[in-house]
């Protein structure tokens, strides 16, 4: 069936550094992207989303990049702080094929070096 | 403001028995939805509601799962004759409108375990 995944389970930086989490999706009609963050015990709380209609957009330290040839969603984290360590979900939605049924990759876990 | 409130935190129930876990979302919130995380993996969707009605079930692993939310506000899940594989954090989410570009908004969830 059609999924998102993510490339790298586990990705460790050094405090300070920029982080770059990626995520390749398959479902053609999907034009609704979102990242989420989760802490252990908590929720996902959002960070950025985007539309199909762009190709980037910019948040506080974050930017999300949507490549739609390749199918491709990253999520650049600058100067990356020990509070950005948590797991870290992009997911996918379709307009068509109701949006809210929001498709979650498996996650990737950011761990920050000090 | 208030985020999105899940009742209990944790349960604990034996294989069999009844369970019924609450969710209230962001006042305003028009769409409440459902998902479901296990260990390891990402949240699955269940179910979605616009208003009071469920808009989506198609989540829903089978009718052993019942969810309502009757004056459009407040939701609650209900699982019948648990089973061990029920076992997982269940998560509700609100968002404003129900529609791409809409954000979903978590509450920490209900931890379930099924013994």
């Known amino acids: 069936g059609e999924s998102v995944g993510l490339h790298l389970p586990t990705l460790s930086v050094q405090e300070g550094d920029n982080s770059i989490i990626n995520c390749a999706y398959s479902?053609?009609?999907?034009?609704?992207f979102i990242w989420y963050k989760q802490e252990s015990g908590k929720g996902p709380q959002f960070i950025i989303d985007?539309?199909?209609?762009?190709d980037k957009r910019q948040g506080q330290r974050v930017t999300v990049l949507l490549n739609k040839t390749v199918k491709h969603l990253s999520l650049q984290i600058a100067a990356t702080q020990p509070g950005d360590s948590a797991v870290y979900f992009c997911a996918e939605g379709s307009s068509i094929q109701g949006a809210q049924k929001l498709v979650f990759g498996q996650g990737t876990r950011l761990t920050i070096n000090p | 403001g208030a985020g999105v409130s899940q009742t209990p935190s944790n349960k604990v129930t034996e294989k069999g028995k009844y369970v019924e876990l609450r969710c209230d979302p962001i006042s305003g919130h028009t769409a409440l939805y459902w998902y479901r995380q296990s260990l390891g993996q990402g949240p699955e969707f269940l179910i979605y509601?616009?208003?009071?009605?469920?808009?989506?079930d198609s989540g829903l692993p089978n009718d052993r799962f019942f969810a309502v939310r009757p004056e459009g506000s407040v939701s609650t899940l209900k699982i019948q004759r648990t089973e061990r594989g029920d076992s997982a954090v269940y998560l509700c989410a609100s968002s404003l409108s129900g529609w791409a570009g809409s954000p979903l908004h978590f509450g920490n969830g209900t931890r379930l375990t099924v013994t």
């Open positions: 985007i539309r199909s209609n762009m």
């Open positions: 509601f616009q208003g009071t009605g469920a808009a989506d």
């Open positions: 479902n053609s009609a999907s034009d609704y």
